[in-house]
Structure formats: structure tokens, C-alpha cells
């Protein structure tokens, strides 16, 4: 997309008809561009004239359009500058633009942390904008070994890093876990436990509703003892689902 909006900005300035970019005019100045990139391409008004260093003489008098291309036009990732600039006839502007660096960081697995300095700035993937002294970025990931990643040894503006399985982690069905740490086998079974007292408290309920019925319409003093029996024992499922649900809560959040 980049290369065909750029092609198509050339395609327009060969065709454009209007006043010329740097037409020879006595209001005119002298424009010096250069860049930390030699050979980027540098517009005027949309129109192409030169790569950097250039010098335009002149230049209509008045305030432009100037952009910066990064030579590396097939690369997404190549920044372009734009600046608004003003000429004054007689005067000869010099005007020195630096790309800024920025990267694409991914890593396998993606959702690492991205440490710049001491602060982290995001998870991968993730476009990196570093200062003018940063050299390095850290990676991390719960279960894999955190590491330095070396900037430039980016291609093309592009980072991939393969993490590496930290050894002193294990995995329990497929979910990466800290053999160190407490296992999530307690949050488990706390879980279904809690589930599972609830579900017997219902049928016992059930059960207590039905003998209680039963005992209404005959009297038997036999039904009534076993639905007094059954309450009982739903209330004790009752209160261990409520037992078990606030262990499953607490080490939920905990952990």
C-alpha cells in the first residue's frame, strides 16, 4: 500500500501541469535538505526533486510542503518525515532531518514483555520507537527465559525472537506453570468441588420436598423424620459448596 500511494504521488507530480516545485522566479531562495539516511527521496509540493544531500535553487518564495522518504521503499516499516518550511526570497535555508528508529518486535511465542530502560512500553508484537542511546530491549514471559534483544540486529527494521522454555517451569496440559510455585491443582479442585457440594444440596432438597409431600397427604410420621433427615443433609452440602467456593476464590486470587 505504501509503495503504490508513493508511485502514485510521482505518477501526479510528472503529470501535474501548475506551478513547478522550484520554478525560476525573482522571489526565490535556496533550500539545502539533508538526511542521517543518504539517497532519501525529497518532495516538494508532491513533487519529486532530488535525494538527500540536495541543494534547490530557486525556490518560490512562500511557505511548502517538504517530505523525506527513507530510500528503503519496499520496507513498510520505513518512516517518512513531513515539514512545513518557508522560503525567504534571498535566503538559503539548510534543513537537516534525522529518521526516527523504530522496529517491529515479534516473538514465538507472542504476548512478551517489552522492557526499554526500566519501564515496560508493551507486549510483542510491537512496534519499538527507542531514544537516541538505547542499544537494547528486554523480552519476558511467565515460563520462558528472559533475554536481551540487540536492536541492531534488526533486518530491515525487523525483529523475531524464538523464546526459549525456561526449565525450571513446567507444563501441566498445555499451560505453562512455575514448578516453584504453588501448582493450580488446589484452584481445581476447589472449583469442581464447590460444584459438586452444590449439585448433591439440590437433589437432596429435591428429595426433602418430595418425602415433605408425601407426608402431607398421609401423615406418616416416618416421612416427616425423613424429610427433616433429608433437609439436614442438604444444608451440610450447602454449606461446603459455600466453604469450598470461598477457598476456590481465594486461591484464585492469590495466584
Known sequence: MRIVLICAMLLAAGRASGQPAVPQDSATGELDVHADVDSSLVML?????????????????????????????????????????EITSGERLEKQYYFERQYMLQTNPSGAEVILGSRVIGVTPLVVRP??????????????????????????????????????????????????????????????????????????????DQAYGEYALSGDPAKLAQTRK??????????????????????????
Open 45 to 85: 509540493d508532491g513533487q519529486l526533486v532530488g535525494t538527500t544531500p540536495v541543494t534547490l535553487s530557486g525556490v518560490a518564495a512562500g511557505v511548502h510542503l517538504l517530505r523525506v522518504l527513507h530510500p528503503d521503499l519496499q520496507n513498510w516499516n520505513a518512516p517518512v518525515i513531513a515539514d512545513s518550511i
Open 131 to 208: 531514544g537516541a542511546g538505547d542499544s537494547t530491549v528486554q523480552i519476558r514471559k511467565p515460563g520462558y527465559e528472559s533475554g536481551m534483544v540487540m536492536l541492531a540486529d534488526a533486518d530491515r527494521g525487523q525483529l523475531s525472537v524464538s523464546m526459549v522454555r525456561d526449565p525450571d517451569w513446567i507444563t501441566q496440559d498445555g499451560i505453562v506453570t512455575d514448578a516453584g510455585r504453588s501448582s493450580t491443582l488446589p484452584i481445581v479442585l476447589s472449583g469442581v468441588s464447590s460444584v459438586i457440594a452444590g449439585g448433591f444440596s439440590a437433589y437432596f432438597k429435591v428429595q426433602a
Open 230 to 255: 433429608l433437609d439436614n443433609v442438604a444444608g451440610i452440602a450447602l454449606a461446603a459448596s459455600q466453604i469450598y467456593f470461598a477457598l476456590f476464590s481465594y486461591l484464585l486470587i492469590t495466584q
